[in-house]
């Protein structure tokens, strides 16, 4: 049986603001100086973990149907009274699959998000990161008939709304003031959210390590709604904001693997140049795996993709737009629930 634990004792990696270089840039340069044709490289270089920013957020593809419209709600971020003070709120709540008692009801599958109030206004409101086209879509591509290249629905957005729900976070998540901001700090980060939402695209659904150990290398880092959350707090604290001692703890869905192989792009697997088997290898892998209804039925396929990921230690992950082998080993999985601190100005001043 595949190996799940609902919780460890490494710890994450703290996102921060992720970061422009990439595993493409880092090969890039090294592929354009080599003239074979092999269409699998070995990277080059250990830390290549971190997601790519884009000049800008493509139109989706017609295809990509959402199943629940994104952001029914979301307005403009308002701009506040420089004067005004804002009440930051930490917001997270079980995925609703999870909260009753079965089978996964254990694993801390978690949601985060943000929430702000104007003193002046009185005025709350709610942030957060999610799929456009929910996580199955994010995490399998669809295999569609006449097409060889596996297709993708997986961008995810912030979304920015008027109201505080607070019986939802209550009940059985958290909702607590982590800092008090200016109006001007708002502004300010509200800025930052304009673009990093234009540029931070795609949801990565796996964080992927060489080992559970907490130095352990990170060959790839998710990019998920708690990672957008940290960045705000990052975001926050670089302006100045000081943060009260609050426990917090996200949810991560964690890969074991040895140094990932680079395979290529769509183009370069899938075109005309493209090496036939592999191409034909990364299909079969997903073939299994189509996207999903329900974060249950995810969940309950995540397990069968882990179960072929054990007998054959593959798995075809595909990040930033290209696609990386990863000879996957012991334990394979984990999905945990581990604390990663909120941030630690880099201003000494205080913002309000
Ligand atoms: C996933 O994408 C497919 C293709 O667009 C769509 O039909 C389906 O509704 C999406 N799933 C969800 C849960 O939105
Ligand atoms: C982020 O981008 C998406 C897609 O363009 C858009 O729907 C959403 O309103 C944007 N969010 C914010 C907070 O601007
Ligand atoms: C947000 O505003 C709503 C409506 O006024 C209120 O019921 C709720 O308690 C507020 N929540 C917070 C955290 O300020
Ligand atoms: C909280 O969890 C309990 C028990 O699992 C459930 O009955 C209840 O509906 C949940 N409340 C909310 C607001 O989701
Ligand atoms: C895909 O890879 C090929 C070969 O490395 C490269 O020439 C091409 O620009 C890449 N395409 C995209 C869209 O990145
Ligand atoms: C094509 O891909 C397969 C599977 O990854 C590999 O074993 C084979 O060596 C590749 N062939 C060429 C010509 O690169
Ligand atoms: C939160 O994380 C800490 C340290 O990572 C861990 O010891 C603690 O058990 C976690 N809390 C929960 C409720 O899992």
Redesign the pocket.
């Known amino acids: 049986t595949p190996s799940v634990a609902a919780s460890g004792s490494q710890s994450l990696p703290v996102a921060g603001a992720a970061h422009p270089t990439s595993p493409t840039q880092a090969l890039g340069k090294w592929q354009s100086s080599c003239s074979s044709r092999e269409a699998v490289l070995i990277i080059p270089c250990a830390s290549l973990s971190q997601c790519r920013r884009f000049d800008y957020?493509p139109k989706t593809d017609p295809y990509c149907q959402a199943r629940y419209t994104?952001?029914p709600t979301?307005s403009?971020?308002p701009v506040m009274k420089e004067e005004d003070v804002i009440e930051v709120y930490r917001l997270q709540a079980p995925v609703w699959e999870f909260k009753y008692g079965d089978l996964l009801g254990h694993l801390k599958i978690m949601h985060d998000a943000v929430g702000f109030r104007s003193a002046l206004t009185g005025k709350n409101y709610t942030?957060e990161w999610y799929e456009?086209f929910q996580l199955g879509n994010c995490t399998f591509p669809h295999l569609r008939p006449g097409m060889d290249a596996p297709f993708w629905c997986n961008?995810g957005?912030?979304?920015?709304y008027e109201g505080i729900d607070d019986a939802h976070w209550k009940e059985n998540g958290t909702l607590v003031l982590v800092t008090t901001i200016s109006g001007a700090m708002f502004n300010e980060m509200a800025k930052w959210?304009?673009y990093d939402?234009?540029t931070g695209i795609y949801y990565e659904t796996w964080t992927v390590q060489a080992s559970p150990d907490k130095k352990s290398t990170v060959w790839f880092d998710s990019y998920e709604c708690s990672k957008f959350i940290l960045r705000t707090y990052q975001k926050l604290a670089d302006l100045g904001a000081v943060f009260n001692k609050v426990q917090t703890n996200y949810t991560s869905i964690i890969l074991f693997s040895g140094e990932p192989i680079y395979l290529g792009n769509e183009t370069s697997i899938f075109g005309p140049q493209g090496n036939k088997t592999l191409a034909a290898a990364i299909r079969d892998f997903y073939y299994p795996f189509k996207p999903h209804k329900t974060v249950r039925e995810f969940f309950v396929d995540l397990l069968k993709i882990i179960d072929r990921v054990i007998l054959n230690h593959e798995f075809y992950l595909f990040y930033n737009l290209e696609y990386w082998f990863l000879p996957m080993k012991f334990p394979y999985l984990k999905i945990i629930y581990e604390e990663v601190p909120l941030p630690v100005g880099s201003k000494t001043s205080v913002g309000v």
């Open positions: 957020r994104f952001c979301g403009a971020v942030m456009l961008q957005a912030a979304c920015f959210v304009k939402n234009e």
